[in-house]
T-cell receptor, first 110, second 111 residues
């Protein structure tokens, strides 16, 4: 089992739709979790940290399920500008090292 | 606040040649990372520095890759000699605590 796995994608959704991505991780000792957004030929940009209680930032909601070892990202009211690849990243215990998933590509269609 | 700076942005070399990449982290960030991102994959950590010391280089192919961080600020990553499979984007990131911020990357093509 890979350390961090994401939905294969791509996801093609119409504007205004709600879309959800999941990411599973194998190391139960993992401590911190993040979602990054990466536009084509650009660097990853931090979208959200994922807290145990879940957190929301505008149209974006992130959830953590430690028992099942997955994190999720929900995007409501999708915009054309949300089109990007979404990477989940997991930090292990005792280090700052992040392990990334392969990413899920989202295309929001007019 | 200035972000992570990297240069060059693009580099094309032939296999067996050498190449070096430079990174200047966000001011005050003690931790610096070099990642390799192959097309269609997530970034993979190559090496992590805390100030000018190496914290983790377990995934660095040390027969051909080397990195240093002089005076705990700027860093260089070198590949010598390059192979075709080294074609990738090399990303530098820095962090003050947990959250990492990436530079624009250097896109390397090895012919």
């Amino acid at each position: 089992r890979k350390e961090v796995e994401q939905d294969p994608g791509p996801f093609n959704v119409p504007e205004g739709a709600t879309v959800a991505f999941n990411c599973t991780y194998s190391n139960s000792a993992s401590q911190s979790f993040f979602w990054y957004r990466q536009d084509c030929r650009k660097e990853p940009k931090l979208l959200m940290s994922v807290y145990s209680s879940g957190n929301e930032d505008g149209r974006f909601t992130a959830q953590l399920n430690r028992a099942s070892q997955y994190i999720s990202l929900l995007i409501r009211d999708s915009k054309l500008s949300d089109s990007a690849t979404y990477l989940c990243a997991v930090k292990g215990a005792g280090s700052y090292q992040l392990t990334f998933g392969k990413g899920t590509k989202l295309s929001v269609i007019p | 606040e200035a972000g992570v700076a990297q240069s060059p942005r693009y580099k094309i070399i032939e296999k067996r040649q050498s190449v070096a990449f430079w990174c200047n982290p966000i001011s005050g960030h003690a931790t610096l990372y070099w990642y390799q991102q192959i097309l269609g994959q997530g970034p993979k950590l190559l090496i992590q520095f805390q100030n000018n010391g190496v914290v983790d280089d377990s995934q660095l192919p040390k027969d051909r890759f080397s990195a240093e961080r002089l005076k705990g600020v700027d860093s260089t990553l070198k590949i010598q000699p390059a192979k075709l499979e080294d074609s990738a984007v090399y990303l530098c990131a820095s962090s003050l605590r947990i959250e990492q911020f990436f530079g624009p990357g250097t896109r390397l093509t090895v012919l």
